[in-house]
């Protein structure tokens, strides 16, 4: 069985066992979060030994070269001596505004620490202060305002989620690390058509990447597809009809899978509608976000309709499954 030495003690780690598991179960602290490769909070050392290839999946080359892995799904095959330093950095950030979006999902507004630079779309990891839980929130702020924001829905007996809602208050402080992920606009290309779709608060990196690629002249359709259940669980409908009167370029599509459609809105399945609405997609680029079941079938509609693989961006909201 490999061992992994940590501060000059050393764990036997079981047959099959992630390293986050077997240093969690000698309660040695590991911040993690969405504990499936996606958010990479968990992201550590290896000061000896070769993490295995597939625990440095989606790790930048120069991350790699100095031994970086995930420590969720690094289910190590020799022994390994780890470092917890990360590589992001962590922030104090204080509390400016919170105000609901609709009944489920609430807006952070945070104030933007000193030294802190994203790219509209990137996500963070959110520590809650009284026992450093972790969860990866994205950013619907450009990073030329005064303000972080983030859109945060209510989960069932959410930990963070239900924190954020019922204790989290203006004048509050509060850390986080990143920022982190690669679904951004990177300018270039500025006739290419666009095509961002996503559920829930998948909108969030979806409105920072629509006003920054906006911001910066890009003149190809962009056409912003956002579903929900149903017509309450949308939000920003009204900031989102005006930005598209303001940009002839920018087409805004309110969708619900039943009930009563919005107007100018489509009523059906968020995967499909994107194709049955634009026909071939051969020639976009695309931004995926939320539900990580949609965003995976959305990648697979939209490859089929004719977008290549290296052109569709995603952001799947991964989330740790329930023990029960
Ligand atoms: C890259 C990334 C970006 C993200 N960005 C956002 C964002 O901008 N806004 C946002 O609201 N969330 C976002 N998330 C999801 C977020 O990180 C948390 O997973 C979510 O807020 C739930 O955390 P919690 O502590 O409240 O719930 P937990 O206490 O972790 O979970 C409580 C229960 O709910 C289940 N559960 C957790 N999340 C979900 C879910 N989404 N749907 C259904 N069941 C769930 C769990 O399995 C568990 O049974 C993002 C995730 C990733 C990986
Ligand atoms: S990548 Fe390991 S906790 Fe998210």
């Not at 149903?230 to 309110?254: D, Q, S």
């Amino acid at each position: 069985m490999p061992r992994i030495t940590f501060e000059g003690k050393t764990y036997e780690c079981h047959d099959g066992e992630t390293v986050l598991d077997c240093m969690t179960r000698h309660g040695v602290l590991i911040p993690s979060s969405c504990q499936s490769g996606a958010c990479q909070t968990c992201m550590i050392r290896a000061l000896e030994g070769t993490p295995p290839a597939e625990s440095q999946s989606g790790l930048k080359d120069t991350l790699i070269a100095q031994n970086y892995f995930l420590a969720c799904i690094c289910r190590p095959k020799e022994d390994l001596t780890i470092g917890l330093t990360g590589v992001s950095p962590r922030y104090t950030s204080e509390v400016l505004e919170k105000s609901l979006l609709n009944e489920q999902v609430v807006r952070l507004r945070l104030s933007v620490p000193e030294g802190f630079a994203y790219r509209a779309g990137q996500f963070i990891n959110f520590v809650r202060p009284e026992d450093e839980l972790t969860r990866s929130y994205s950013l619907a702020s450009l990073p030329s305002e005064p303000f972080l924001e983030l859109h945060v829905k209510r989960v069932p007996e959410g930990q963070m989620s239900g924190w954020i809602f019922d204790v989290l208050g203006q004048g509050d402080r509060v850390d986080f690390y990143g920022p982190a992920g690669d679904c951004f606009y990177i300018p270039g290309n500025p006739e290419q058509p666009i095509l961002l779709a996503g559920t829930g608060t998948g909108l969030a990196p979806l409105y920072g990447i629509a006003r920054d690629l906006l911001a910066h002249g890009h003149t190809g359709d962009v056409h912003l597809f956002h579903a929900s259940l149903a017509l309450p669980g949308l939000y920003m409908v009204e900031e989102l009809r005006v930005l598209a009167r303001e940009h002839a370029a920018f087409h805004y599509y309110p969708c619900v899978l039943h009930g009563e459609v919005p107007e100018g809105g489509l009523q059906g399945n968020i995967s499909e509608l994107p194709a049955r609405v634009l026909g071939s997609m051969t020639g976009y680029r695309a931004f995926l976000c939320g539900d990580p079941a949609i965003v995976n079938t959305l990648r697979q509609q939209c490859f089929l309709a004719g977008i290549s693989m290296q052109h569709i961006h995603s952001d799947p909201f991964v989330f740790t499954p329930s023990a029960a």
